[in-house]
């Protein structure tokens, strides 16, 4: 299967700064979504981005799908971002459904 | 529109005992996909239901199981609880056929607790 990598694994910020998140994958997809896990458990789906790049209000995300990486873009973070943002993907050589996760960033942003 | 419902939230069970979870996707989308997630493995491929056929299998025992009904609710069962199978469960839903296209959305999970 597709290995995914996600850095950092920790991530600590004062509240409004910024941070980038990477993930890398190592072979061609046709789906990658970048989640937040709430501290509930819930995976809320913050981008569906298999390439290209998109923006949400202080979040936006940027696939470069060539080189096998994407990147989420956190601006004047808040401490409501905290939690586990994960990465995952679907392997291009199958129509079937499965996602494949990186273990997470942990992100902890104090006042 | 309701988003993906699983219940129950919270599960505790005994060893050797049998547990039944419950998956309604999104009004409209056929796909039912399956994860297990557990500190020491992240989040793990259970299966994944598209039409009330199973499409995939992740690397689970056979005493993980499940269906979807012709609504597209799923259920998974777990025969013979064992205490590696506390986890959160969770449920993904997607559009159609073309699921890759348009995304997964995941419910709250159900967590389960073997003692």
């Known amino acids: 299967g597709i290995q995914v990598e996600q850095s950092p694994p920790d991530l600590i910020l004062q509240e409004g700064a910024n941070s980038t998140l990477r993930c890398n994958f190592s072979d061609s997809v046709n789906n990658l979504q970048w989640f937040h896990q709430n501290p509930w458990g819930q995976l809320i789906n913050l981008f569906y981005?298999?390439?290209g790049t998109k923006q949400n209000g202080r979040l936006s995300a940027t696939t470069v799908a060539t080189e096998r990486y994407s990147l989420l873009y956190i601006s004047s973070s808040q401490t409501t971002d905290s939690g586990v943002y994960f990465c995952a993907v679907s392997d291009r050589g199958s129509t079937l459904g499965r996602l494949y996760f990186g273990r997470g960033t942990q992100l902890t942003v104090w006042p | 529109k309701a988003g993906v419902t699983q219940t129950p939230r919270y599960l505790i069970k005994t060893r050797g005992q049998q547990v039944t979870l419950s998956c309604s996707p999104i009004?409209?989308?056929?796909?039912v996909s399956w994860y297990q997630q557990t500190p020491g493995q992240g989040l793990q491929f259970l299966f994944e239901?598209?039409?009330?056929?199973?499409?995939n299998k992740g690397n689970f025992p056979g005493r993980f199981s499940g269906r979807q009904f012709s609504n597209s609710r799923s259920e998974m069962n777990v025969s013979t609880l064992e205490l590696g199978d506390s986890a959160l469960y969770l449920c993904?839903?997607?559009?159609?056929?073309?699921?890759?296209?348009?995304?997964?959305?995941f419910g709250s999970g159900t967590r389960l607790t073997v003692v």
């Open positions: 993904a839903s997607s559009l159609g056929e073309y699921r890759e296209r348009y995304g997964y959305t």
């Open positions: 981005i298999p390439s």
């Open positions: 009004s409209g989308h056929r796909s």
């Open positions: 239901y598209f039409s009330e056929t199973q499409r």
